[in-house]
């Protein structure tokens, strides 16, 4: 810009351009109009002269820090926090590390990430501490001239807007790497954050790898760690993996592996923290989370090595066929298959969901409801209760089968009878949410079922699934509630009115809370609510309060991954 403005003065000095507006002039004065030009030709003079003195401070500045470019920048100083983050590398120069979104310098839009400070208020300040710059921003009044060298390569940053629900538990103060406190951002597993801002690029250790920040807003809160206008500073996904992987290593009692790594990590990032402060205004003191972020709970490694089944309870598939399950014997192309459609449904995020807010008034269909849990845990009979208690709301998805149709049966209104070529068609299709074998046959949950009922019938679908079978609503157009049923104490477990309980020891019970745990602990990315069934009745009654209120509200914050 300041190139640009040289070359527009040099062309209006030109000799042609000064004799046009001299002739311009004395029309103007004949027609006893004020005149186009200054009066005394003194104050051109003048100006030519602070002009030409600017020009020649300027090539002394290019030549004193051997730069190529610089940048003059003047920013009036209001009640409104600048919003800069500066760091200090080891020759001392001084640079701008972050651009807080909601600040000055972010309105401005004339700062860049590694403009380098080379005075403020015509004050050198490379060599100094940053305590003493911070210091003097703050102090300073009414206009603040910032003398800066733009960077080389500039960081380039994504401003893209956008909703996720927190999967994790978060404290700023609990945590060591995050370079500034003062901005960082804390929250709750289940809160809904914008994001505005992501650099994942923006922070290096000495061992040459980067932790990459987000800035975000908590929607819906009148609770804030930072000043009303400023974004806050939260781990990016990305970052969050990392220290999943590390607290992998380290539970492995790979001691050599994970001594190296936790070093190199913890110790690179206490040096960037050592020469890195924020220009915000000061803040409260506030109260660190009782849960903090890296509790093994929310952040360790969620894989999980329990194969899905069908045999997990009867009535899995239907609410008439109520046979023992037995052990099941998986045919190859089932299995080939199943795997097929699982490597094609990756999450991108992992320890955040992005969401939006879906209104369901204008969709003009209802949620299915989606009931996981481990087995004899309860969550049959709830399905069971409610479908025959209130039929005209709740509805079951008629299931597809291999299986020849019995006398008592009626086609596509018991099970979809087809043959075993159509049912491995419609599993190659990814026409299933959950499919699987039993005896011999095929039992497998449409999507066009599914889709009818909450479309067509504009019914409630209550449906019994497996945890891997979530995903296959990705990319669907159709917006499940998933709500976990989980496993009370072994006492009152005993007392559940459950299905085949005269069947089950001590040993049962017992298999049944280890089932139960492991889904909550695996799976718990997927909840949207928990429920523990310490009473059938009860549990029953908070469900069916849980269901209608989904269905009635209007804004809900939806997994991203169901759009179409």
Known sequence: MLNDLKACLTSLRRTELQSLLNVFD????????????????????????????????????????????????????????????????????IYIARI?????????????????????????????????????????????????????????????????????????????????????LAFQRGDILRIVARDETLTKTTND???????????????????????????????????????????????????????????????????CLTCVSSK???KPLQTVYNNVTFIHDTDDKEAPTIKTSTNHFSLTDTRKYGEEQPVATLKRLADANQDLMMDSFRFYDSVFRLDLSTQQMTRPIILLGAPNVGRHELRRRLLQTEPNLFDVAIPHTTRARRSQETSDIDYHFVSEADFLTKV????????????????????????????????????????????????????PYIICIAAPTIERLKRLELDRREHLNEKDYREIIRKSRSIERHHYLLFDHILVNNDLDRTYLELRDLIVRIQHDNQQWVRTSYQR
């Open 26 to 93: 004395s029309i103007l004065k004949l027609r006893c109009y004020s005149s186009a030009l200054p009066e005394h030709e003194e104050t051109i003079i003048n100006n030519q002269e602070h002009e030409n003195m600017e020009s020649k401070v300027e090539l002394l500045k290019l030549s004193q820090y051997s730069i190529d470019e610089l940048k003059i920048v003047t920013i009036e100083k209001n009640h409104q926090p600048f919003g800069l983050t500066i760091s200090r590398s080891d020759s001392g120069t």
């Open 100 to 184: 807080v979104v909601g600040g000055v310098a972010a309105t401005t839009q004339l700062f860049q990430v590694n403009d380098r400070i080379l005075e403020i208020n015509d004050e050198p300040m490379t060599g100094h501490s940053l305590d003493y710059v911070c210091t003097l921003i703050s102090n300073s009044t009414g206009l603040i001239k910032f003398l800066l060298a733009p960077p080389i390569n500039a960081n380039h940053i994504s401003y893209h807007t956008f909703h996720v629900r927190a999967l994790f538990t978060y404290d700023p103060f609990n945590d060591p790497l995050i370079p500034c406190k003062d901005i960082g």
């Open 209 to 275: 790898s980067y932790f990459s920040w987000w800035q975000a807003y908590r929607e819906n809160s009148f609770e804030t760690d930072t000043d009303p206008c400023l974004a806050g500073l939260i781990p990016s996904d990305s970052l969050q993996q990392k220290r999943a992987n590390l607290l992998k290593v380290i539970s492995d009692d790979t001691e050599s592996m994970s001594s190296s790594s936790s070093l190199s990590l913890y110790h690179g990032k206490k040096k960037a923290r050592k020469h």
């Open 284 to 286: 409260r003191e506030r």
């Open 428 to 479: 190659g299709c990814q026409a299933f949410v959950e499919f699987g074998q039993y005896d011999r046959d095929l039992y497998g949950t449409s999507l066009d079922d599914i889709r009818r009922i909450v479309e067509i019938k504009q019914k409630i679908c209550i449906l019994n699934l497996n945890p891997e079978a979530i995903r296959t609503f990705n990319k669907t157009g159709i917006y």
